[in-house]
């Protein structure tokens, strides 16, 4: 059963830290690149941060040097450490791998996402 169960968001302050989980289950998470996405109020679901099965990592422009992504293959776990959070990271954040990819560049699953709030 295909599972992407997210988690660790909440509301923080300008400058703080949250760190995402995301346990994926079924079509071999392993084996693929693993994204996080998120989406703020009335936005579309955009990319955030990218890491191949071997761990290179990539990010969008905005948030280099502020977040982290990770992986840990043994337990099907995506990390996002974010640190140094600003208003315009809060969104629904997230995950999927190539494992859920479909034919037309997106994803054929997605998971409930995890809430970040970014306020004072």
């Known amino acids: 059963q295909v599972q992407l169960v997210e988690s660790g968001g909440g509301l923080v302050q300008p400058g703080g830290s949250l760190r995402l989980s995301c346990v994926a289950s079924g079509n071999g998470f392993n084996r693929y690149t693993a994204y996080w996405y998120r989406q703020a109020p009335g936005m579309k679901r955009d990319l955030v941060a990218a890491?191949?099965?071997?761990?290179?990592?990539h990010y969008i422009d905005s948030v280099k040097g502020r977040f982290t992504i990770s992986r840990d293959n043994a337990n099907s776990t995506l990390i996002l450490q974010m640190n140094s959070l600003k208003p315009e990271d809060t969104a629904v954040y997230y995950c999927n791998h190539g494992g859920l990819a479909d034919p037309l560049g997106g994803f054929v699953f997605w998971g409930q996402g995890t809430q970040v709030t970014v306020s004072s």
């Open positions: 890491i191949t099965s071997s761990g290179g990592a």
